[in-house]
């Protein structure tokens, strides 16, 4: 038994090893050692997020049923831009990294392991900048609940590696997947909750709503922001069950694609 526990923290601490050398490759491969280099994984989301909340706070009302836009804006699309970075990168992820295949150590799953924890990374910590800047400025107040915030960027994260997940998997298996991926998730963003809260909504459609997991994770983000007075709508134990059932289905397909993949 000990000799077993043994061996697993020495496979775990591997895989760790690994997927933190995919990191790395992954980030000077695509933006280089020169110029800004590894601060570019910070610095797309800051301009995505900055920019979106500066346009948002000039061009509407300070407020909304409320609550001030700032803190909507990027409360809603910090954890947005998680999820479209997380599938944007997921797609042929494996194709374009099928010769590190030859390797033993390094699977379809570490590869993409990889690719959402960079995503995932950089997108909170530019959150954290911009939400840091527009606290000095004046423009939100610092969150209520951070439990809450945590728990709902918890979810979020782990939301996105499953989609990214099963989309990386699906786009080696259907040519399709990778043509349709743009319009899916453009056509998905009323359904992400970014721009909009549960409770903003006619009572007979946030059923509907709340089937999004993504939707749950930033009502419980703007809940720890705004406290009782964002009324906030969100099931955590259904949130918790079609999280785990989405991450089941990725690690299960990201087993399995690795027939499908077109090593060059």
């Known amino acids: 038994m000990y000799d077993r526990m043994l061996k697993l923290i020495d496979d775990f601490s591997l895989q760790a090893r690994v997927i933190y050398a995919?990191?790395?490759r992954e980030i000077h491969t695509r933006y280089g050692r020169e110029n800004l280099g590894f601060f570019w994984v910070l610095g797309e989301p800051i301009l995505f997020c900055g920019g979106v909340t500066i346009l948002w706070t000039a061009i509407r009302p300070s407020h909304e049923h409320?609550?001030?836009?700032?803190?909507?804006?990027?409360?809603?699309y910090v954890p947005l831009t998680m999820w479209r970075h997380c599938l944007g990168h997921?797609?042929?992820?494996?194709?374009?990294?099928?010769?590190?295949?030859?390797?033993?150590?390094?699977?379809?799953?570490?590869?993409?392991?990889?690719?959402?924890?960079l995503e995932l990374m950089g997108t909170i910590m530019a959150g954290m900048i911009v939400v840091l800047g527009s606290i000095l400025f004046g423009f939100m107040k610092p969150p209520q609940y951070y439990g809450m915030v945590y728990?709902?960027?918890f979810f979020q994260a782990a939301f996105c590696m499953a989609t990214a997940m099963i989309f990386a998997s699906l786009s080696e298996m259907s040519e399709l997947v990778e043509k349709i991926m743009s319009v899916v998730s453009y056509l998905a963003l009323p359904f992400t909750g970014a721009f909009t809260m549960v409770d903003w909504l006619p009572p007979k459609y946030r059923w509907y709503m709340m089937l999004s997991p993504s939707v749950d994770n930033i009502e419980m983000i703007r809940e720890g922001q705004f406290g009782l007075n964002a009324h906030a709508h969100y099931d955590v134990l259904?949130?918790?069950?079609?999280?785990?059932?989405?991450?089941?289905?990725?690690?299960?397909?990201?087993?399995?694609?690795?027939?499908?993949?077109?090593v060059q």
Do not use: W
Request: no cysteine; glycine share 8%.
């Open 90 to 117: 997921s797609v042929k992820a494996f194709e374009a990294n099928g010769s590190l295949l030859f390797h033993r150590q390094v699977t379809p799953f570490t590869i993409i392991v990889a690719r959402a924890v």
């Open 22 to 24: 995919l990191i790395m």
């Open 151 to 153: 728990l709902g960027l």
């Open 238 to 262: 259904y949130d918790s069950y079609i999280t785990f059932f989405l991450l089941l289905v990725g690690v299960y397909l990201t087993l399995r694609v690795r027939r499908f993949i077109l």
């Open 66 to 76: 409320g609550l001030p836009m700032t803190a909507i804006v990027i409360t809603g």
